[in-house]
């Protein structure tokens, strides 16, 4: 056992430039001054955040008529009366185009400003690109891009989230999400990066950078939202908004490194954990929010909840006796706005008489209406809270749509390729079959013109399926399509469904290859919970029937989690795994399939073999054990379908030569990694080099293997590249029992490829 430990100190913020210090001095005078004029009820407005359907005319506040207009008099009760400073999300969960945006918030901002003229704070859920607007750009979702490893990519695709966000005229998003997400249970796995810290921080930085550039208060870029501060998806039920227990230790070194980066890269609003962590629900957590958000990691932006998760304290979570209590509780804790959604005017009406009865201190408010006011100065909403839309020329732009579909293509996982099977070839005739084959709904996911998705038929109708690109890819003469089984019907139907599942197996005969498309349906957050993680049974038997035919068959996986495949992945010749890949996902796909495109992504999750081994790759050395599964067969704990990391090519790559530049460091030295790959095939191809890290042995048992640096490098046939990482001290520490980062001498294990050497740590 080892005993010497290392302290490592807290890593110095970063600092910001002169020019931005004054910006940020002369911004909080005004806020100051500002704030000063203020009477308690328009702080407390200013911190009430209220959804589009409470003022558009409706039958109540919960719905409106279409085509959606503004209610004068609910606009003048919210916003004049009450005060309210912040509008969300958009009316009858639908997608509007820029006009119908730019004419509704126009008038908002005109009704909202009051008689100190602040502007209304209008935000939404931009998540893979802008999500509520019409004709808008669609990326993967982030469980896709995830896959690409290629920070570029990312980093474009925020750029143009941003823009196309504001040309709605809508300046922050709720966006991206940092959750670390090991739980292929979970409903929201593809809202996020995957289940490495690592990997989520690398990306999530780029996300932030690309939505708010240098300088929010740019017309083309908008404050982003990080979120969902913290531990949100690793509940112990893999239900959505269900307890987590999580001890600090595990926290500080899986769950808050994202976070604590994007908050030193500048970052200017965080959205809070709807859950439960340790008993205690984080939007009442002082501990978490204001000990460690606030002073700890020095945030410095805005503090919003989630929907109705103030509510949830005393409707849910039972923590408070009632709902001015569950106000007290999350406003004390740290909480700067509630994303009320509805019933604002008890919000405003019980925060007022907490601080006039003492138990809401008027500093706490002043303090949060700080961060609120600084944020809408920040983004320049006092000078012009809208541009004009010719001022967006490049909003749906082939150029924008060019990015979409790169980034797409870079995310497709090939994971299995029998005999070489892949890429086709031209004339060769094809069944497509299953129920992702012919969808845009399912290519693009929750999030996506709707919350659930639901709606994107209605939108993405000039986007090609996968059925489509196939069939302007190889020609309609060369395409047979039978969906098999359909979402569109419930178990009730099984006749229909076995009809269907006939008529595919019937036209495999007269196929060369059979194109399977199975996956889920979109959903996200408590509608996507699940009680199986199997792929559906009805699809499990069109995949167990179609392999009986004895034609070889590609699987096309399109999910937003992985769904166990294991009961017919024998019988599969080829596997991609799509993800949600976006409007463009049917064409990325159909290129790489008939190898125009040479796959390049990797897995951003371990892909589980079996419902009760949902083991992550960094799992620790006892989960490597064997276990009995019958009375003499054994198979390992750790065995997953496909590893994180994972992911073929068209071409081979041969990694050599890794070198480090010493067999002993100290502890604030850098050691320095290098390894040559080369491109041994016959076709140009992307490959992720990626560099895991091993502590062999610790006082805390240690993970099997960590990412610690991955590159995406693009080679010639022949061509050779030298990679080179650099690990220092933050690489070689974990945190300890204590809560303190620590570095124990000892051996260390770098990893690349099937490349391994030690290196001790003095």
């Known amino acids: 056992m080892k005993k010497t430990l290392l302290t490592v100190p807290l890593l110095a913020f970063s600092l910001f430039s002169v020019a931005q210090k004054q910006t940020n001095t002369a911004i909080d005078q005004k806020v100051k001054t500002l704030l000063s004029k203020m009477t308690l009820e328009e702080k407390v407005g200013q911190m009430a955040q209220i959804t589009m359907d409470v003022i558009t005319y409706g039958k109540d506040r919960y719905s409106s008529y279409e085509p959606v207009a503004l209610n004068p008099q609910q606009l003048e009760h919210a916003l004049v009366k009450y005060k309210v400073g912040s509008v969300l999300n958009t009316a009858n969960n639908r997608a509007r185009t820029r006009e119908v945006w730019h004419q509704i918030i126009n008038k908002i901002q005109e009704t909202g400003k009051g008689r100190l003229n602040i502007p209304v704070l209008y935000g939404i859920d931009a998540v893979h690109g802008t999500t509520y607007t019409a004709d808008a750009t669609m990326f993967p979702q982030q469980i896709g891009q995830a896959a690409t490893r290629n920070r570029t990519l990312v980093y474009k695709g925020a750029e143009i989230t941003a823009y196309e966000t504001r040309a709605s005229a809508i300046p922050w998003n709720f966006s991206p999400v940092l959750d670390l997400a090991p739980d292929p249970r979970f409903p929201r796995q593809w809202e996020t990066f995957g289940e490495d810290p690592y990997l989520i921080t690398e990306l999530g930085l780029q996300m ?226 299953g129920p992702n084959a012919n969808s845009m709904r399912t290519l693009n996911g929750g999030w996506t013109y709707s919350w659930q998705g639901e709606k994107v038929e209605e939108f993405a109708g000039k986007y090609h399926t996968i059925l489509e690109a196939l069939t302007q890819k190889a020609g309609k003469d060369n395409i047979t399509f039978v969906e098999g089984v359909s979402y569109k019907m419930d178990g009730k139907y099984y006749e229909e469904f076995e009809n269907g599942i006939e008529k595919a197996v019937k036209a495999a005969q007269d196929a060369e290859a059979i194109v399977l498309c199975l996956g889920e349906n979109s959903y996200t957050e408590s509608p996507g919970n699940l009680s199986d993680l199997y792929i559906s049974d009805l699809q499990t038997e069109l995949a167990l029937k179609l392999g009986s035919t004895g034609k070889p068959i590609i699987l096309v996986l399109n999910e937003g989690r992985p769904r166990l495949i294991s009961k017919f992945e024998p019988k599969m010749a080829g596997i991609l795994q799509t993800y949600l890949p976006g409007n463009f996902g049917g064409d990325a796909l159909a290129d790489i399939l008939f190898g125009e495109v040479n796959p390049s992504g990797k897995l951003p999750y371990n892909y589980p073999k079996y419902p009760n081994s949902l083991v992550g790759y960094n799992h620790k050395p006892a989960e490597n054990r064997t276990v009995m599964e019958g009375v003499y067969n054994y198979d390992a704990e750790y065995n997953p379908q496909y590893e994180f990391g994972f992911g073929l090519s068209y071409t081979t790559f041969k990694f050599e030569n890794l070198r480090l530049s010493a067999e002993k460091i100290k502890a604030n030295q850098v050691l320095t990694i290098s390894v040559e790959v080369s491109n041994t095939g016959t076709r140009e191809g992307k490959e992720v080099v990626e560099l895991y890290l091993s502590d062999l042995y610790a006082t805390l048992t240690p993970d099997s293997k960590r990412l610690r640096g991955f590159e995406k490098i693009n080679l010639k046939p022949g061509e050779k590249q030298i990679v080179t990482f650099k690990l220092d001290q933050k690489d070689f520490s974990f945190t300890h029992l204590n809560n303190r980062l620590v570095v124990e001498p000892g051996e260390f294990k770098v990893k690349i490829g099937p490349l391994s050497k030690s290196f001790f740590v003095e």
């Open 208 to 433: 932030v950078k690309g939505f708010e550039g240098n300088n929010i208060a740019d017309p083309y870029r908008v404050a982003s939202c990080l979120k969902h501060f913290v531990g949100y998806q690793v509940s112990v039920s893999g239900k959505d908004r269900t307890p987590a227990y999580i001890p600090d230790h595990v926290l500080r070194d899986y769950h808050l490194p994202p976070f604590k980066a994007a908050i030193e890269a500048g970052a200017h609003s965080i959205m809070i954990n709807s859950g439960i962590i340790n008993g205690v629900p984080v939007h009442a957590n002082y501990q978490l929010l204001t000990k460690l958000l606030r002073e700890e990691l020095g945030f410095k932006g805005l503090i919003v909840t989630d929907w109705g998760d103030i509510e949830n304290l005393y409707t849910r979570d039972r923590v408070a006796k009632d709902h001015k209590e569950a106000i007290m509780l999350a406003i004390n804790a740290g909480i700067d706005m509630s994303m009320i959604a509805y019933d604002y005017e008890r919000f405003c009406d019980n925060l007022i008489a907490l601080v006039k009865e003492g138990k809401v201190k008027e500093t706490r408010i002043n303090d949060a209406v700080t961060h609120i006011l600084t944020l809408k100065y920040q983004l320049g909403l006092f000078d012009k809270a809208v541009y004009d839309l010719k001022e967006y020329p490049k909003f749906g732009s082939k150029e924008f749509e060019q990015a979409a579909y790169q980034t797409a293509a870079e995310s497709i996982t090939l994971l299995k390729n029998t005999n070489n099977l892949l890429p086709l070839k031209k004339g060769v005739k094809l069944l497509v079959t």
